[in-house]
């Protein structure tokens, strides 16, 4: 049965809708003056997933910052976060979560225990989930296949550890750059370039949704940790733009055989939780 939501989407004709995106990227239209920080709230219900998804062009948005993840589903906050754990308490606490958070397949990538029963687990690259698997040339900028800022992929990823000492100073040198700048500018995109945050929508089986980031991801901790509540982002390009739960018996994971369609939701899942327990972080 259909949910008044649903029922209204399907029963828009398409005008309205092109209508609706055109009208509300002018009201969020980011003309390139530093945002207004604080005491400006942008309720969930006002971006529609479905709607945006089917939007053409490249469009800015603003995202509330709890609505956003970085991966394994971690949501900005000091609680969660290396990187603002780094901005709030120092270099040991961004050491001591390469230290502690070593995952060895996808499940532990996102603080869930891996079934006793299985083998040949799949690994999981930066960035790699059930729902985007097995198309390397996505993977060439943020997914650490090829390196991150002239070190190689043996260097390892931002999103757990090991990394080498070269990353790690890296890690840093970048997150107190990007402070530095937004502190004093402003979050200002260059002109004509990929300077916005970017990602795409998770939406579970009840339409709550998320938006996964896959890209801007020192930026956005850099915004989060001075008090920006809402995130101008874009949609990353070559990704889809929105992921379904109840499209998950045809994720490549899925649809291949990695994954059951259980496990697959489970993680999944993971991104929906605002506060997942999170055992190798902090």
Not at 70 to 84: A, N, P
Not at 105 to 126: C, M, Q, V
Not at 161 to 167: D, H
Request: proline share 7%; charged share 20%.
């Amino acid at each position: 049965m259909l949910t008044i939501k649903q029922f209204v989407r399907e029963v828009t004709p398409p005008v309205f809708k092109k209508a609706g995106i055109y009208l509300y990227k002018k009201s969020f239209k980011h003309n390139g003056s530093p945002l207004i920080k604080k005491n400006k709230t942008l309720e969930p219900d006002k971006i529609d997933p479905v709607l945006f998804s089917h939007s053409t062009g490249r469009m800015t948005f603003l995202i509330p910052l709890h609505k956003l993840r970085y991966y394994g589903g971690l949501s900005y906050t000091y609680e969660q976060h290396h990187f603002l754990q780094y901005y709030q308490c120092g270099p040991s606490y961004l050491f001591r979560f390469y230290q502690k958070h070593q995952p060895k397949n996808i499940f532990e990538k996102h603080y869930l225990k891996a079934p006793t029963n299985r083998t040949n687990l799949p690994d999981g690259s930066s960035f790699n989930n059930p729902w985007v698997y097995g198309v390397p040339w996505l993977f060439t900028h943020d997914g650490n296949s090829t390196g991150d800022k002239g070190l190689g992929p043996e260097h390892g990823a931002q999103s757990f550890g090991p990394i080498s000492k070269q990353k790690y100073k890296m890690e840093i040198i970048r997150l107190d750059q990007i402070l530095k700048s937004i502190k004093t500018k402003g979050f200002i995109p260059e002109s004509g370039s990929d300077g916005y945050p970017r990602g795409y929508f998770l939406m579970n089986s009840n339409d709550d949704w998320v938006f996964f980031l896959g890209a801007g991801l020192h930026r956005v901790a850099a915004m989060a940790h001075l008090g920006y509540d809402l995130i101008p982002v874009q949609f990353k390009q070559n990704f889809p733009r929105l992921i379904k739960q109840a499209d998950s018996s045809v994720w490549p994971m899925v649809k291949q055989g990695v994954l059951s369609k259980d496990e697959a939701e489970k993680i999944f899942m993971q991104y929906m939780v605002r506060n997942p327990v999170v055992n190798g972080a902090g």
